[in-house]
């Protein structure tokens, strides 16, 4: 992947995990053998646990459009949708000419189903079957574990934003993958293939996520290139969830240990996996008991630890290890 000047100038994030993707990896993920590093994740291996034996009942059609080790048809992915269903019913108005050039790279046996051949040829019945059996896959399997993978998202997202404003657009990308090498100006990502990709100076828009097992790319010829990498998740010994929940309740406890590093109310939300609301309530009785303090910073407050939250976070690790 080959950027100029005006490329390393829109490197951007995507604000969250992209919903109708992460579905679709899911199915993916667990198709496959589990090998990947994706499936030390206590969340791969409670969606496992869930599902059991009942992935193609619960998948329906799409389990035979994502096999293991395969393409996956970039009708999937949508990364302008704001929301799932936002990026479903995208996925289901997608021009028959665009399906039908997904789909010719996918294997003559599952090109040779009826229901993808109809789907190919764009007929509404197979349309909406894709959307129909996407809902119900991501209701029953993938939402509960939604606020879990939001949390994991933002993490990443302050960890390369720290890299980013400590050593710069050359840190961020260096340390994007552990299989990615960065060689200004040329990213070289482990992909099935061999292929040259200039950016054209339209950019790259970075989309972290919970169930790719390695960084995947989608080009847009008249948008910025997509590049899809697996969120970073350290290996957590102890939770101080465990060990504080007690003294402040589970999640209050899980409130104050995602502000090590500092966050915005609304960030506190999305990472512990609450409401706004209740992130402000929790971080009104933490701040109280001089356990944070909050700054504003134009429109939004930043929460912070104080020397006393930092002591009791390292006594709860601590105790727990």
Known sequence: MHFSDTDLRQITFAPAPNALWETVLSVRLLRGA??????????????????????AERAGVIAPLVAPKSF???FLLQPDAGDFATGVELARQTPSSYLATDLSSLSPTRQGERWMQELADGAPGARQTLADDLHGYFTSSVEPLWPQIQAEAAADRVLRSETLLRGGVDALLATLHPDCRWQPPTLHIPI???????????????????????????????????LVYPIFITDRSTDPADVLGPLLGRTRAAVLATLRDPATTTSVAER????LGSASQHTTVLRNAGLISTARTGGAVLHTLTPLGQALLYKGANAGS
Do not use: E
């Open 272 to 275: 512990v996996g609450i409401s």
């Open 34 to 55: 589990p090998t990947s590093r994706s499936w030390s994740r206590p969340g791969v291996r409670r969606l496992h646990r869930q599902v059991g034996g009942s992935l």
């Open 72 to 74: 996956v048809p970039a």
């Open 192 to 226: 099935d293939g061999n292929y040259d990709l200039p950016l054209c100076g339209r950019g790259l828009l970075l989309i972290p996520s919970y169930f790719a097992p390695r960084p995947m790319v989608l080009h847009r010829p008249h948008a910025a290139t997509v």
